[in-house]
């Protein structure tokens, strides 16, 4: 099981980005994914996921509304649409999964409880 995420960078205020997880050793609609960002000095953070059953889509109170997480089967790859940023979105994100069947929505799980990660793409939200 691997993931690669990508498509960070720098962005003004009010600014959007695509982050991309392509994944490989497993198909993405077969696992839960998350999306997990680490302010600087603070622990991880799970802002989004979505689930293996039936694609359904989480988020954390501080990103609803603005983030969208999504997944392309064909490309086997996972998206979080990040739209009106703002600069307390600055972190370093990554996408995590594992295949582990959870009785709770994913978004309940901290970042302990995820087992494989790629290796996480900065996204800087500065004038």
């Known amino acids: 099981v691997q993931l690669q995420a990508s498509g960070g960078g720098l962005v003004e205020p009010g600014g959007s980005l695509r982050l991309s997880c392509a994944a490989s050793?497993?198909?993405?609609?077969?696992?839960?994914i998350a999306w997990v960002r680490q302010v600087s000095g603070l622990e991880r953070d799970v802002v989004a996921c979505?689930?293996?059953?039936?694609?359904?889509?989480y988020y954390q109170n501080a990103v609803k509304d603005r983030f969208t997480v999504s997944r392309d089967n064909a490309k086997n790859t996972v998206y979080l649409q990040m739209n009106n940023l703002k600069p307390e979105d600055t972190a370093i994100y990554f996408c995590?999964?594992?295949?582990?069947?959870?009785?709770?929505?994913?978004?309940?799980?901290?970042?302990?409880?995820?087992?494989?990660w790629g290796q996480g793409t900065l996204v800087t939200v500065s004038s």
């Open positions: 979505i689930s293996r059953r039936d694609g359904s889509t």
């Open positions: 050793g497993f198909s993405v609609d077969s696992y839960d």
């Open positions: 995590a999964t594992d295949n582990i069947v959870r009785p709770r929505p994913c978004i309940a799980y901290a970042p302990v409880n995820w087992d494989y």
